[in-house]
């Protein structure tokens, strides 16, 4: 995951891609990903063009730069929810079926909130539907405040409050190549700042990001060598923001959640 840091992720899975398409091999990758993370697997999965996938970065970039230079000590500027709403009206346009292309092939990250105080993180695969696809996107999004989506999941019967997936992190499957673009620990780090990561990045900081994951995957499959992490990662693994996040989300969560998916399923 990470926000606008996913910059990281996209050139790295650019150069897989090329990869890809140099040895014929047809057979995509199982993908886990947490917040925006999980959304760059879905284009990559659904075969969208790496040029397409910078020009929506691109036009989101200038949407969210905009905002934040108009009222620059406003909350609402740093707002996150229209941004993937966006992107998923105009997936749902061009992948009318991208539920089924991706189920068991996608593994998305959430953090549930329990009734009892525990947080649990889950990961789901299977979509009943494109909405249901979407709303488990939408939910991994979720960082309290930030948001403006009344993030929930139904889950064995119970409905349940969610979070973003970067808020729990946990030990991945074996043979999992971890492309992080903080400073958590992984096979490819991009160490980019928490504070890069939640606003646009300049331009110079864009392309530097870009071609920098760009050429730790070309390493990666040349050489087999990592990237070397600066330190450890943010947040994720201490239990008091996360308790304090989690707190936010309950007492928030019939606060500001003005968006939801009809829009994107009005003419359905």
């Known amino acids: 995951g990470g926000a606008f840091g996913v910059i990281y992720q996209m050139g790295a899975l650019s150069k897989l891609t090329k990869y890809y398409k140099k040895y014929n091999i047809s057979h995509k990758p199982i993908i886990y990903g947490d917040s925006v993370g999980a959304l760059i697997g879905v284009l990559f999965l659904l075969g969208m063009k790496n040029s397409r996938q910078m020009e929506i970065y691109e036009d989101i970039y200038k949407l969210a730069t905009q905002r934040i230079s108009k009222k620059p000590f406003a909350i609402s500027s740093y707002y996150l929810t229209e941004y993937p709403l966006e992107i998923l009206k105009l997936i749902n346009e061009e992948y009318p079926d991208a539920y089924r292309l991706l189920s068991d092939n996608i593994f998305i990250g959430v953090v549930l909130l329990h009734k009892n105080g525990h947080c649990e993180k889950k990961?789901?695969?299977?979509?009943?539907?494109?909405?249901?696809?979407?709303?488990?996107?939408?939910?991994?999004?979720?960082?309290?405040?930030?948001?403006?989506?009344?993030?929930?999941?139904?889950?064995?019967?119970?409905?349940?409050?969610?979070?973003?997936?970067?808020?729990?992190?946990?030990?991945?499957?074996?043979?999992?190549?971890?492309?992080?673009?903080?400073?958590?620990?992984?096979?490819?780090?991009?160490?980019?700042?928490?504070?890069?990561?939640?606003?646009?990045?300049?331009?110079?900081?864009?392309?530097?990001?870009?071609?920098?994951?760009?050429?730790?995957?070309?390493?990666?499959?040349?050489?087999?060598?990592?990237?070397?992490?600066?330190?450890?990662?943010?947040?994720?693994?201490?239990?008091?923001?996360?308790?304090?996040?989690?707190?936010?989300?309950?007492?928030?969560?019939?606060?500001?959640?003005?968006?939801?998916?009809?829009?994107?399923?009005?003419?359905?």
Not at 129 to 149: A, H, M, R, V, W
Not at 172 to 188: A, K, T, V, Y
Not at 222 to 229: A, K, L, Y
Not at 231 to 241: G, H, I, M, V
């Open 123 to 268: 990961w789901y695969s299977n979509f009943k539907s494109q909405k249901d696809l979407f709303n488990i996107l939408l939910c991994s999004f979720n960082i309290p405040f930030l948001s403006t989506y009344d993030a929930k999941i139904v889950d064995n019967g119970n409905t349940m409050l969610a979070m973003d997936g970067c808020l729990r992190q946990e030990k991945m499957p074996e043979g999992i190549l971890r492309i992080i673009n903080g400073n958590h620990e992984g096979e490819l780090v991009g160490n980019i700042s928490l504070y890069e990561s939640l606003i646009p990045p300049t331009k110079e900081g864009m392309t530097h990001y870009y071609e920098k994951g760009k050429e730790d995957m070309k390493k990666k499959i040349c050489t087999g060598e990592n990237t070397n992490t600066a330190s450890s990662n943010y947040f994720a693994s201490s239990s008091l923001p996360l308790f304090m996040l989690s707190f936010l989300r309950r007492k928030t969560q019939n606060v500001n959640t003005k968006h939801n998916l009809d829009y994107i399923f009005e003419d359905k």
